[in-house]
Each structure stands twice: as structure tokens, then as C-alpha cells.
């Protein structure tokens, strides 16, 4: 039959077509992206400028108070100069330093939050980018088949063969493809300019993913359950932000101890001695409730700090075992479409191909299981999409 041809290149070019990308000057590789958003991203620059301010004000911690520069007439005949200059305690200088430094470091943590964050967003996009990438390619293929099939029925129309009505249909399912590859595309730029502002490249247009769209495989294997989270910036975050309070609870039950004063003024005549001339003292903390009610906060604050640790191990535990869940039903997914759905796609096209030639199917029919052979190649692909997503979701909780 002279439709013979035609059938198997629809064949050919449903099952071994594929879209040309367009070229681009700007391609960038997974790797890339995660290196240039840990170095130009805006939130990795906050992060840094935080942490120089808690450095800078390490020197800070030896706060001492200014020293008080007095006149006194002790022998009533003329004013004399002097000076009192009160200091705490060395311990206190020293839980003030300890202090500044679990700052530091918790600012340091902050900025592990701020790059786990980062990687996570980087992956998610490109991934998405790799999905709509070959989504695009699907309905290409699709809309290439189509587009054949519109022009085969309005020369079957013309020479009486079918009716109006199935050319209609043939436009309308064409037109309704275009909006979807519309929709796509529209996706894609959203998605690139996503990217370009994860990397520090806002409104960057140009920028194009590289590599096979395939099952991701990670480096160990997921547990059902995990309770640790050791790795987690998070985790690491909070139980610094626990240290930090528990310095400054340590601190604020030195500070309660007296102040020394020590001064210089010559109570006497000039040829006083010199040892009678300085003075020495303590101040007393004798306003205990300021003292008492620091240090009730402080406690506080450690019990805040410490509920924290819970409340985060909590929601890393929920958020875990979703995303576990979410790996094991798109990996079951994933598994049908490789072991029998894409099968049954090829199977479908093949015996709709030999039904349309022998006779026992027509138009109609051929075009119904060619669009479902398609159908369940985007499952393909959205299951791809969902399973390398959840991957992404607990190496992000792991910290990894």
C-alpha cells in the first residue's frame, strides 16, 4: 500500500526523533552552577559581611570602662587631680571573649545554612531545567507528527475520503500541542532566569543546562528513618546557638561578683607619700535583683535554645520521612515506566502502526493511541523529575 511509507516514517520519527536544542554561548554544567552561587550569589555575601562584624567586635570584649578624671580640695587649700578607673573581674574579660566567639561561630553556621539553601535551589532548578528541557523535545516530536497528519487529512478531505469534522479535530489537537509547548517554553525562561539569580547572574536569559536528563545516584543510601541529621547546618546551627547561651548565662552570674576601683589622688601636702595617695575599693553588687533578673533570663534563654534543638529535630524527622516516602513512590513509578510503560509505549505505536495499514483501524483511532504512546512518555519523565527531586530533598536534609 502506498500509505506503507508513511506510517513507518511517522514510526521512525516518533520513536528515534528528537528535538535540536538551541544553541547557546552561554552552557553551564551542574558543578558550575553550584560553584558560582557559592561564591556570587548576593545571600553568600550577607552571610560573610555578618560574619566580619562578629570578628570585629572580638577586641570588643575587653570592654573596659572609661577611667574618671575628678577634682578634689582635701586640704581645703587648692584642688587636686585624680583618677578612678573601675575593672571587673579577669573572669569576666574572659567569659565576655568566649562570649564574642561562640558568636562568631554561629554566624559561621548561619552561612552552612545560607549554602545548603543554595545548593538545594541550584539542584531543584536545574532539574527542572533538565526535565522542561526534554518535555520540550517530547512535544516537538509530537507536534511533528501532527503537523503531518493535519496535512494528510486535508488531502483526504479534498478528495472525499473523510469528513470535515476529523480535519477539525486534527487542527484543534495541533493547536492545543502549540499551547502546551508555549506554556513549556514560557517555564523554561522562568526557570533560567531562576537560575541566573541563584548564580549571581540576574535577568540572565541565555543560560542553557547540558547533560542527559537520567536517574540521579548518590553516594550512600537513605535510611527509613533517620534520627541523627549530624551533618544538617541546621542541627550543627542550633546547638551552637545552645553554647552561645550557655556562655552568656556563664557570664552573666560573673558579672554579679564586685568591680574593683582602683584611683590615684593626693589626699595630703606634695611630700605626701606616695603608697597613701592611691585608692583601692570594690563596688558592691548590692541591686541583686538586676543580677537576679539577668540571669533568669539568660536561664531562659538556654531553655528556649535547648526546646529549639527538639522543636528542629522535629520538623528535619517529618520533613525527612516525607521525602523518603516521596523517593520510594516515584522510584516505583520510575521502575514501571523502564520495565513495562515505555515497553507498552513502543508496543502501542507498532501495533496502531500495523492496524492503520491493514485496515482494522482508522484515522482517528491511530491518532488516540499515537497521543498515548506520548502521554506515557511524559509520565516518563515527570516520574524522572519527582524521583531525582526527592533525592535532592534528603541530601538537602542530610547536609550533603
Known amino acids: ?129 533538565l526535565y522542561l528541557r526534554e518535555s520540550i523535545a517530547n512535544y516537538r516530536r509530537q507536534d511533528s507528527l501532527l503537523r503531518v497528519f493535519t496535512q494528510v487529512t486535508a488531502v483526504r478531505l479534498n478528495v472525499g475520503q473523510i469528513s470535515r469534522i476529523e480535519l477539525l479535530n486534527a487542527q484543534s489537537q495541533q493547536q492545543e500541542l502549540n499551547y502546551q509547548l508555549d506554556q513549556t517554553r514560557a517555564k523554561v525562561r522562568s526557570g533560567r532566569i531562576q537560575l541566573g539569580l541563584l548564580i549571581g547572574t540576574p535577568n540572565d536569559t541565555s543560560l542553557r543546562v547540558t547533560g542527559p536528563f537520567e536517574k540521579m545516584t548518590f553516594a550512600s543510601p537513605f535510611l527509613s528513618t533517620d534520627t541523627t541529621f549530624i551533618r544538617n547546618p541546621r542541627t550543627l546551627f542550633y546547638r551552637q546557638n545552645l553554647q552561645l547561651n550557655e556562655s552568656v548565662l556563664k557570664l552573666e552570674r560573673k558579672r554579679r561578683l564586685p568591680n574593683i576601683i582602683v584611683g590615684y589622688l593626693n589626699q595630703g601636702y606634695s611630700d605626701s607619700p606616695l603608697l597613701y595617695r592611691f585608692r583601692f575599693g570594690l563596688s558592691l553588687p548590692v541591686w541583686g535583683w538586676v543580677a537576679s533578673s539577668r540571669i533568669n533570663a539568660a536561664q531562659t534563654d538556654v531553655q528556649i535554645a535547648q526546646s529549639e534543638i527538639k522543636l528542629n529535630q522535629y520538623n528535619l524527622q517529618g520533613d525527612y520521612d516525607k521525602a523518603y516516602a516521596d523517593y520510594l513512590q516515584f522510584g516505583e513509578a520510575l521502575d514501571y515506566y523502564q520495565t513495562t510503560g515505555l515497553q507498552q509505549a513502543q508496543a502501542i505505536i507498532q501495533a496502531a502502526s500495523d492496524g492503520y495499514r491493514l485496515g482494522s483501524i482508522g484515522y482517528y483511532d491511530y491518532l488516540l493511541n499515537v497521543q498515548q504512546a506520548f502521554k506515557i512518555r511524559l509520565g516518563f519523565l515527570e516520574a524522572l523529575r519527582n524521583y531525582n527531586q526527592s533525592i535532592i530533598t534528603l541530601q538537602y536534609l542530610k547536609g550533603e
Open 1 to 129: 500500500m502506498k500509505s506503507t511509507p508513511f506510517i513507518q516514517s511517522l514510526t521512525l520519527l516518533l520513536l528515534t526523533g528528537s528535538g535540536v536544542a538551541a544553541q547557546s554561548t552561554h552552557v553551564i554544567s551542574l558543578p558550575q552552577a553550584i560553584e558560582r552561587a557559592s561564591t556570587n550569589n548576593p545571600q553568600v555575601n550577607v552571610a560573610n559581611l555578618r560574619i566580619d562584624k562578629q570578628r570585629a567586635l572580638l577586641p570588643g570584649a575587653l570592654s573596659l570602662s572609661g577611667p574618671e578624671l575628678i577634682f578634689e580640695a582635701p586640704t581645703t587649700t587648692r584642688f587636686q587631680p585624680g583618677v578612678l578607673l573601675p575593672v571587673s573581674l579577669p573572669t569576666v574579660y574572659k567569659n565576655q571573649r568566649i562570649v564574642q566567639q561562640n558568636q562568631v561561630k554561629l554566624s559561621q553556621q548561619e552561612k552552612i545554612i545560607t549554602m545548603n539553601t543554595i545548593r538545594y535551589n541550584v539542584r531543584t532548578t536545574y532539574n527542572e531545567l
